[in-house]
């Protein structure tokens, strides 16, 4: 968003272009009534004085004609009231002529028309002495006079004349002057008003942006990008309001996180992540208008939903809706052309019981979901006081797990694998544990945190680092038996993984075939030709490949078997069942038959009895990893193992369940 200073200074700007505007537009407003008032005092001017004073040059060109007139008839036809008439005239002349002046001070033209009139007046006063001679008379003076007094009027008439047109000129020329000023106005006008269209659009635009920008903003504020839900700030700011109206009313949250989600965005891509988010929502949606109309449902971070239930959804109600929203392990998501099962963790508060406050109530439900994560997800907990002191726990262990590898508190045990039909130590398997504070802590509190908190790609790189450093020093003392180590999601599907494992074994010097990595069932399934790839790179490394806990999942040998890997893990819950199930021996014994046909190695994990030991034989070559032959001890321990100090106890107790020992 911008700074307030930025925003500050684009409102100058737009202040400033509106006064601009508003300056130009009185401009134009002042220049109108200006060019408005040229034009009507040009008009009133051509009406009061030049009209007028082109009448009167009009009116005293006619007296001037009809004076002349006159005076031809009173020579053609010798009558003397011609002469009277045409003198009846003269006062009119004068008259004139004074109009003429006043009208058109400017020229002083009344001097010369007087003169002209003067001479006009004399001849023809001789003109008429002449003719009034009743003896003696002058036909050749009265054509002089006649023709005198003719071109005394012609003068005077063509003064008249030069007149009006310069009268005609002056109009014209200020006329051309009025419109070529009206034009320049006009245009002015019209570039001014494109302007200020052109300005207005931009304005339009502007402004439209600035909302567009502030409802992107309002969106990305209060709803999700990937579903168009609303968010976790939305619910506080909603319920924080409706909390403080009615504080005594109750409800329910529930908090869901999908437990698989990161793996599958690691595995398929953040694309096909968002799309599970949205597929998801859509169930969901459809899920709680079948169990609870009332609900609403919020996208309360980018893994997790936050569904609200009324008042009148009971607890029994919400204990109803935690199981149905459970069931997606039952209801595989179709993303394109594949099928992605997922399970749910889900932390329940209730307000009014769990919390007085919106802040506390999330905090709770957030408590419960941790508490239903730890404890393996796919379950809803519902939040109890108990909880605070081992959130508070979780939150000391989280910091404290932050600097394990830099306060040097992590280390490896290792568990021994032994050949069944010889019980020949074959190896082990390196199990990371945490010494804080002088005592063990179980890996299963520390790795549920490290994979919450982030630190689980950090703590497998020190895993694999610390076990060739390991191999290598024990390789120094004779000792060359292969390692596996346990791989996690995160730097399985890191870009990099498989040259960073090169680096290691070139670092220390192991051979790859001395490095086993174990991946989960639950990572080989998810993208087998993702997995494959990354598979084939480790494999052109050199190392082996082994599949881990192999049975929980839902994949098969037939898809497994276009994977290069080496060694099938069977989960220690079919080993425990042995006992008591004869299914889960036909399965171990299915799994072995297909492992060998398609050339597997097959390692059995969890092996703690005689009993499970020898049914396990039946089936022929296989690697037993259990308490039975040792629990994980560290590394001296293991090391005094290899040198066969501890190897007899060992060798004896198989013996003791009919193995064979052997080294």
């Known amino acids: ?198 300005t207005s659009v931009i304005i339009i635009f502007i402004l439209y942006g600035r909302l567009k920008d502030r409802t992107e903003l309002y969106q990305r504020a209060y709803f999700s990008d990937n579903t168009g839900l609303p968010n976790r700030r939305k619910f506080q700011e909603q319920f924080s ?72 959804v009971t607890v029994h109600s919400v204990e109803k809706v935690t199981n149905a929203l459970l069931d997606i392990a039952n209801t595989p998501m179709k993303l394109e052309d594949r099928e992605i099962r997922m399970t749910f963790s889900i932390g329940v508060s209730r307000f009014g019981k769990n919390g007085d406050s919106i802040e506390e109530l999330l905090g709770n439900a957030e408590i419960a979901l941790r508490q239903a994560k730890k404890t393996g997800g796919d379950k809803a907990c519902f939040y109890s006081r108990e909880m605070n002191t081992e959130a508070k726990q979780w939150v000391e262990l989280d910091h404290a797990l932050s600097l394990a590898i830099v306060n040097n508190e992590l280390e490896l045990f290792y568990q021994p694998k032994v050949e069944s039909r010889t019980g020949r130590l074959v190896g082990s398997e390196a199990l990371i544990r945490w010494r804080h504070d002088g005592e063990l802590i179980s890996p299963g509190i520390f790795i549920p945190i490290a994979e919450t908190a982030g630190h689980i790609y950090q703590i497998g790189q020190w895993v694999l680092e610390e076990a060739c450093r390991q191999w290598a020093e024990w390789n120094n003392q004779g000792f060359d038996l292969p390692i596996a180590i346990n791989i996690s999601p995160n730097q399985f599907q890191a870009p990099d993984f498989p040259k960073k494992v090169s680096d290691m074994l070139e670092k220390y010097k192991v051979p790859a075939s001395m490095l086993e990595l174990e991946v989960t069932e639950e990572i080989a399934v998810q993208d087998p030709a993702r997995v494959s790839c990354i598979m084939q790179q480790l494999k052109d490394v050199g190392v082996s490949l082994a599949i881990d806990d192999f049975g929980t999942g839902y994949s098969s040998l037939s898809q497994l078997k276009e994977l290069p890997v080496d060694v099938l893990k069977v989960d220690r819950s079919f080993v425990k069942g042995i006992q008591d199930s004869d299914k889960d021996i036909s399965i171990i014994k299915m799994i072995f038959d297909l492992a060998k046909e398609y050339n597997f190695k097959v390692v059995i994990e969890g092996v703690e009895t005689k009993y499970q030991c020898q049914q396990l034989k039946k089936f022929g070559d296989l690697i037993m990893q259990g308490f039975l032959f040792s629990k994980p001890v560290p590394n001296g321990d293991y090391a005094r193992i290899m040198a066969n100090k501890f190897i007899e106890e060992c060798v004896s107790l198989n013996q003791a369940s009919g193995i064979r020992a052997g080294f």
Not at 52 to 64: M, R
Not at 276 to 303: D, H, M, R
């Open 1 to 198: 968003m911008n700074s307030p200073r930025i925003s500050n200074l684009q409102t100058k700007q737009y202040l400033l272009t509106f006064a601009v505007i508003i300056f130009v537009s009185f401009l134009i407003v002042f220049l109108n009534v200006r060019s408005v008032n040229k034009v009507s005092d040009s008009t009133a001017t051509l009406i009061d004085k030049h009209i007028a004073e082109l009448n009167e040059i009009a009116d005293l060109q006619n007296l001037i004609s009809f004076y002349a007139l006159n005076l031809h008839q009173y020579y053609a036809t010798q009558d003397r009231n011609h002469y009277e008439l045409s003198s009846s005239v003269v006062d009119k002349f004068e008259t004139k002529i004074k109009i003429i002046d006043e009208l058109d001070v400017n020229r002083n033209v009344a001097q010369d028309m007087n003169n002209a009139m003067a001479s006009l007046l004399a001849f023809a006063e001789q003109f008429d002495l002449e003719m009034s001679k009743q003896s003696g008379r002058s036909w050749d003076r009265l054509r002089d006079h006649l023709a005198d007094a003719q071109d005394s009027a012609t003068e005077l008439t063509s003064q008249l004349e030069s007149l009006s047109e310069d009268i005609r000129d002056d109009v014209a020329e200020k006329s051309t002057i009025t419109l070529t000023e009206i034009k320049t106005f006009s245009h002015f006008q019209t570039i001014f008003s494109i302007a200020l269209i052109f």
């Open 241 to 312: 309001q409706q909390v403080q109206l009615n504080p005594e009313r109750f409800f329910s949250i529930l908090l869901l996180n999908i437990d698989q989600l990161k793996l599958v965005s690691g595995t398929f891509g953040h694309f096909m992540g968002d799309k599970l988010l949205v597929a998801v929502t859509n169930w969901l949606e459809k899920i709680l208008q079948n169990q609870c109309p009332g609900y609403q449902l919020f996208q309360f971070s980018s893994t997790t939903w936050l569904i609200y239930l009324p008042d009148t």
